[in-house]
């Protein structure tokens, strides 16, 4: 058990619709990266953020947005799905902004039918 | 000890030097990733690895799945590859990734 908390684990929904994910940091961690991973590709860095604050943007589309509370747990939102965004997402917590070990949540299993 | 280590943990080095990053694992795996983490925070998958060899650009990385064991080359290191570089292993099929440490290479002109 990692310590970072990701709901739900699976979700299916269909085109255009919008779905919201969720990630709990491990207690103490104030960085929370979000990754989305298709089935045949590495890691797709998405976003960080860092004590509520964006602090770095990967290949994040305009149709999705994040965010982290100051409960530190951090939401993904995905909007006007396509089927391309099935993926894996999944979240990661560490102490720092970066060049610290980071523990990722067990993921949410997105299927856009 | 941890179920993946990396060495070095630090490494300095003149532009233009060849650099090679080790990464060691102790459990099974179903493939191997490599990441580069700049000083902003943002991270880039470099590679994904289950077996041989890959490369892109000046980016090398193998895998020996029997000897537990991968590498990360650069070749004509340059300052920008200045970074973090992090080697996570994945296992089985529920993505979760163990991290190892971490490589901080800096790169000088």
């Known amino acids: 058990d990692s310590g970072v908390t990701q709901t739900p684990k699976h979700l299916i929904t269909a085109t255009g619709q919008r779905v919201t994910l969720r990630c709990s940091p491990r207690?103490?961690?104030?960085?929370v990266y979000w990754y989305q991973q298709s089935l045949d590709q590495g890691l797709q860095f998405l976003i960080q953020?860092?004590?509520?604050?964006?602090?770095a943007k990967g290949n994040i589309l305009e149709r999705f947005s994040a965010q982290q509370f100051p409960d530190l747990h951090s939401e993904l939102n995905l909007s006007s799905l396509e089927l391309g965004d099935s993926a894996l997402y999944f979240c990661?917590?560490?102490?720092?902004?970066?060049?610290?070990?980071?523990?990722f949540g067990q993921g949410t299993r997105l299927t856009v039918v | 000890k941890n179920e993946v280590e990396q060495s070095p943990q630090n490494l300095t080095a003149q532009e233009g030097e060849f650099i090679t990053i080790n990464c060691s694992y102790s459990?099974?795996?179903?493939?191997l990733h490599w990441l580069q983490q700049h000083p902003g925070g943002g991270i880039v998958s470099l590679f994904m690895?289950?077996?041989?060899?890959k490369k892109h650009g000046r980016l090398i990385a193998t895998i020996n799945i029997q000897e537990k064991h991968s590498s990360l080359h650069i070749t004509a290191s340059h300052p920008r590859d200045s970074a973090v570089y992090i080697c996570?292993?994945?296992?089985?099929?529920?993505?979760?990734?163990?991290w190892g440490a971490g490589t901080k290479l800096i790169i000088k002109p």
């Open positions: 690895l289950s077996s041989g060899k």
């Open positions: 953020y860092y004590n509520g604050e964006e602090r």
């Open positions: 207690s103490g961690d104030l960085s």
């Open positions: 990661a917590s560490s102490v720092q902004a970066g060049g610290t070990e980071a523990f």
């Open positions: 996570a292993v994945r296992r089985g099929s529920n993505y979760q990734l163990i």
């Open positions: 459990v099974g795996i179903s493939a």
